[in-house]
């Protein structure tokens, strides 16, 4: 028996004009791209930049909305126990936002055509969510539309009981929809629309992403194309703000801290001594002070790590109130020598510099960022958690550095990266590393915030980051 093969396969199409599998997700016909003309504010500037559209197909809306939003945000989940018999444990999440800035503006919009706006909640197109584990307060709200649809001159018609259940039922005759060309929007090509802010003077934070930390402080700029308040597209842009610490009004930035510690090992002792010239220091900086370490042991010590520790403090408010502690540590350096042999004494200037550090800030009951400098004390060589001392000094960072007093900042090489900023520094000798360099914005984000955004964590390699090895490709941004 033969049996068609035409007949019993069915038709397919062809290879191309398939359509793509589950996994593979369709390509979106509009693009979007935020250009600012800065890419670092201060708080008092005013953000300026252009929006462009790159679209494929016809984009129906009645309005362009640019928003502009900063808050610190606080969440992190723990493992409690639970109260329910039989279940051992359950996961809680624990959250706190703090809204700095919402402004919004529409740099679009279809002129009225007589009928009344529908009301939108403030993320539109969302009709609600979940706000069991979150606090916000909003300090600042604008916003304007940068394209609004023109009206039309149509009337809106009335709608009664009667028409809803007749349209209800289903042999009902239902009206056709308005062809592609009444409805208001932009046609196929590109488009661009201009826009700006103003940043309050007071009342914002510099921006803040930190490896393990549980908080974050992220400022944006969204675009959203709504339609009947439904969004039908949207686009958001990171950027950073860097609020100008001076540490000449600290009076703790001129202390001259020292801390000394003495471990018993065996039948010896070892002593070792950190002291500072100063506390308060600025990116790209060196640290200005000495390490003394006093053998008198058997062994040789091969070991004496220096770095900064950044320790985050986060605390939410809901479902209750609860505290994480996060630690992060920048790269350091190690002894200069090969080993410190038993029973002597060895004393050196400290060669380390300040990476690209976010300054220290403190926002009540919500989120606060501190440093110390850590030097650990050990036998084995290149391991630090085998450590037996750990001395530690409090540090401040800013952004601008002390200029009186005794501890004016000595002139150096630049090995560093270069400066905050492009000039001002003249008289003080010395670059500290920029956040033009440190920090950059990105536009690939769609729904959520971007959580590998860190504009201001550098990582540097061990052994180049101190001056002896002037190396300065070690330094690379970490995406």
Known sequence: MVYNRNYLLPRQAPFSAMK?????????????????????????????????????????????????????????????????????????????????????????????????KPESSKTPGVLARNQAYEQEIVLIDKDINVWEAPANGEPKPEVTLEDIARMARSTSIRAHLPSPGRMPGFEPGGHDFTFSFVLPESGLQTSFDSKNSAGCIRYYILMQALNRGYTVFRKKHLFPIVTPVFLDADLRAVETPKTTSTQMIGKGSIT???????????????????????????????????????????????????????????????????????????????????????????????????????????????????????????IIIGTHPVTHGENVVPKYENLAPPAYYSNGYENIGFAPPSYEVSVSGRSEVNDEDDCDYSPLVYHYTFTNNSSSNNNTDARSKVE
């Not at 589950?22 to 008092?44: H, K, M, T, W």
């Not at 930049?49 to 992190?76: A, N, P, Y």
């Not at 600025?282 to 002070?289: A, L, T, W």
């Open 272 to 394: 070792a001594t950190l002291e500072l010239n100063k506390r308060g220091y600025v990116p790209g900086e060196p640290i200005s002070g000495k390490i003394t370490i006093q053998n008198n042991s058997r062994e040789s010590i091969k070991n004496a790590f220096l770095r900064i520790v950044q320790t985050s403090t986060c605390c939410s408010k809901r479902p209750e109130m609860d505290i994480k502690v996060s630690t992060f540590e920048s790269a350091g350096t190690g002894l200069p020598i090969n080993k410190i042999v038993a029973n002597s004494s060895y004393s050196y200037i400290i060669d380390y510099y300040v990476s690209a550090l976010v300054p220290n800030f403190n926002i009540d009951a919500c989120l606060s960022v501190s440093y110390k400098l850590v030097l650990s004390v050990g036998f084995a060589r290149n391991n630090v958690k085998s450590s037996f001392m750990d001395l530690s000094i409090p």
């Open 20 to 116: 793509p599998g589950l996994g593979v997700p369709l390509q979106s016909p509009f693009e979007a791209f935020i250009e600012l003309d800065e890419r670092i504010y201060n708080p008092g500037d005013v953000v300026t930049g252009k929006l462009h559209l790159e679209l494929k197909k016809k984009l129906t809306c009645d309005v362009i909305k640019i928003q502009l939003f900063g808050s610190v945000r606080v969440f992190f989940i723990k493992s409690v126990s639970s109260k329910t018999p039989g279940v051992l444990a359950r996961n809680q999440a624990y959250e706190q936002e703090i809204v700095l800035i919402d402004k919004d503006i529409n740099v679009w919009e279809a002129p009225a055509n007589g009928e009344p």
